[in-house]
């Protein structure tokens, strides 16, 4: 049974720091890309960061120069450093596994791919 087990969300003050980990279990021959979605209340979700096995990476523009993401292959496991957050990162983060095809939007905890159940992450002023 595949799961993805999230942790690290909260609550912190506008220009604080977050780190989210997720886990991926289930994968007898590895993961093929971790990454993070996330979702603005009744939004579609939108993809924070990805990175495929082979190092390959993506960040969406708002948060480029601010978050990192990095892995444990061995371990199947993604991070996400978040840095100077800010009011508009403030959503439902949703580690994501085996994605293949990285859509920039999409309707949350599709069946395409393995989703996690979702971490809050609220920033305040």
């Known amino acids: 049974e595949v799961q993805l087990v999230e942790s690290g969300g909260g609550s912190v003050q506008a220009g604080g720091s977050l780190r989210l980990s997720c886990t991926a279990s289930?994968?007898?021959?590895?993961?093929?890309?971790m990454g993070w979605y996330r979702q603005v209340a009744g939004n579609e979700c939108e993809l924070v960061s990805i990175?495929?096995?082979?190092?390959?990476?993506y960040y969406r523009d708002s948060v480029k120069g601010r978050f990192t993401i990095s892995q444990e292959n061995a371990k199947n496991t993604v991070y996400l450093q978040m840095t100077s957050l800010k009011l508009e990162d403030t959503a439902v983060y949703y580690c994501?596994?085996?994605?293949?095809?990285?859509?920039?939007?999409?309707?949350?905890?599709?069946?395409?791919?393995?989703w996690g159940q979702g971490t809050q992450v609220t920033v305040s002023s």
């Open positions: 994501v596994a085996d994605v293949r095809r990285w859509l920039v939007n999409l309707t949350c905890q599709g069946d395409r791919f393995y």
């Open positions: 990175v495929r096995r082979d190092g390959l990476f």
């Open positions: 289930g994968f007898p021959t590895g993961v093929r890309d």
